[in-house]
């Protein structure tokens, strides 16, 4: 019952979110603002990570192909659909539910344990229109993130198959461009976009509605990460059955 | 004049406020003392329209809270200027973006005649050098005259502050508590303050209302107060040392 009534209070706030739009040319300041915060912020973090996850992936793949049959190619076959399927779009939001969900968290937390949003409320502000929606607006941009993640996740497989000594450079392009099926893109970008709600609105929830003090923020950001997590892997299981099977 | 009929308001089935009828006046600063745990803030937050009272109601210079529509309610929120009891200032904008805020969300001014506005009431409020400043950078007494300057800043009717003075030095408060009379009388705007402080209820107190375990207990003005023979009040006033001390020594005919 508990979760229900979560779930449903998580609904109600995407109501409010979408109702009594703020001023446009505020909206507009607070947008940029969230994107430099969240996108731009993520970018180094995000780059840093799909390059060593990619090369490890790459290493992985070769230390794996013992058979001399298998060619070699398959390490960059392997590399491009493990990266783009799932490390880019799902490994990378589970990290970005720490950064970005526990940031989102403690910020909005914070304005609540404050008494920032009730200010807000008493001006007349629609404070989750306020505060949510130019996050959601700025998290539209994730894919974007992640395009790149894929893109240099490639490049560090690259980098680690070819200068490990595990295949030439020929062998790797050549697996990379091997039964390539374009909606595998698709299918990723879909994830992708429907992660960047989660990861915008789940710690958004569990910010807005903490009740307590110092201590309290700390144990909903915690919680946000652990939510966010768990959406995001059961989402990944569902769209993957749907989109895939 | 804000007028409360009967209002009661209660969280979990435990009730806090039981039936509060009282009104306040417009260019008097009207004050609501009593005990932690009496009410105090959740009857302020019941006047803010933060809270819905169960039963009763709240007319705003004849218009009833409870029968105005969304529209209606949204703007006479823009009617009202609050001082919380932390400032509530929004910490990534400084001092000169805080008390623009309100006037950016609801005017169509142009920049520089919000600047002006803005400088007008720093300066109102003393704090002319202080604009780029951002919250954490300045003193608590400074934060609470910046959310004085960005409760007044749109020129409200109605002027609501919690415990302004929880947590300054007895000078400062006193400061505040003159700074929130002055401004009362000049804008001839209605004012209720939060507190249990003996200092404000002795500066400024024109209009008195003592909560007592949700009831409204007594009413009155500073000069009464010392003058009633309610228990709950003369418990209350009498709770500091150096009041009863004066007491004592006034008993005693020194």
């Known amino acids: 019952m508990f979760y229900l009534d979560d779930i449903g209070r998580y609904f109600l706030m995407l109501k409010g979110v979408f109702s009594r739009m703020t001023k446009g040319s505020v909206l507009r300041n607070l947008i940029l603002k969230e994107i430099d915060d969240l996108i731009i912020g993520s970018m180094g973090i995000t780059v840093f990570l799909a390059f060593f996850i990619g090369a490890v992936v790459a290493i992985q ?52 344990v404050t008494e920032q949003i009730d200010a807000l409320e008493v001006m007349g502000i629609n404070s989750l229109n306020y505060l949510v929606f ?14 790149i993640a894929m893109f240099v996740g490639i490049f560090g497989a690259y980098i680690a198959g070819v200068y490990g000594g595990f295949l030439s450079s020929v062998d790797f392009i050549t697996g990379l461009q091997e039964e390539f099926i374009p909606y595998h893109l698709v299918y990723a970008f879909i994830k992708t976009f429907i992660y960047a709600i989660l990861l915008a609105t789940i710690p958004s929830f569990h910010g807005y509605y903490m009740k307590g003090g110092a201590l309290e923020v700390g144990k909903a950001s915690t919680t946000a990460f652990v939510w966010t997590t768990v959406v995001i892997i059961i989402a990944n299981y569902i769209l993957t059955q749907l989109l895939l099977s | 004049m804000i007028e409360v009929t009967n209002l009661h308001k ?56 409870s029968d105005l529509n969304t529209e209606q309610k949204r703007d006479l929120r823009e009617q009202m200027g609050m001082v919380f009891q932390g400032s509530a200032l929004f910490d990534s904008m400084t001092v000169e973006e805080n008390v623009m805020f309100p006037l950016q969300m609801f005017t169509k001014q142009k920049k520089d005649e919000m600047q002006d506005r803005v400088h007008q009431v720093l300066q109102r409020v003393n704090l002319e050098n202080a604009e780029k400043k951002l919250p954490s950078e300045i003193s608590g007494g400074m934060q609470k005259r910046v959310a004085i300057a960005r409760a007044i800043v749109t020129r409200p009717k109605y002027l609501f502050c919690d415990e302004p003075n929880s947590g300054l ?82 008993l005693k005919g020194l």
Request: hydrophobic share 40%.
């Open chain 2, 10 to 65: 209660g969280f979990n089935g435990e009730k806090i406020l039981k039936g509060i009828t009282t009104s306040f006046e417009r260019g008097k600063t009207n004050l609501i003392i009593g005990t932690s745990g009496s009410g105090k803030t959740v009857f302020l937050k019941c006047l803010l329209g933060l809270f819905t009272p169960e039963q009763g109601n709240i007319c705003y210079d004849g218009a009833t809270y």
């Open chain 2, 169 to 250: 030095d007895p000078r400062t408060a006193i400061v505040i508590d003159n700074l929130i009379k002055e401004i009362t009388e000049e804008y001839d705007i209605i004012t209720m303050i939060n507190t249990h402080d003996m200092n404000s209820v002795m500066e400024i107190g024109e209009k008195i209302v003592f909560l007592q375990k949700g009831h409204l207990e007594w009413e009155g003005d500073k000069s009464q107060i010392f003058q009633t023979d309610n228990k709950a009040v003369t418990d209350f006033v009498y709770s500091s040392n150096l009041f009863k001390k004066v007491r004592d020594a006034q």
């Open chain 1, 134 to 147: 130019p996050k959601i607006i700025a998290m539209l941009m994730y894919p974007f993130v992640i395009a």
């Open chain 1, 61 to 112: 793949t070769a230390l794996n192909l013992t058979n001399p049959l298998i060619p070699k190619q398959l390490i960059g076959f392997a590399s491009r659909q493990s990266i783009i399927l799932e490390f880019a779009p799902t490994f990378l939001s589970v990290i970005m539910a720490g950064k970005v969900g526990s940031f989102i968290t403690s910020s909005i937390g914070t304005m609540r």
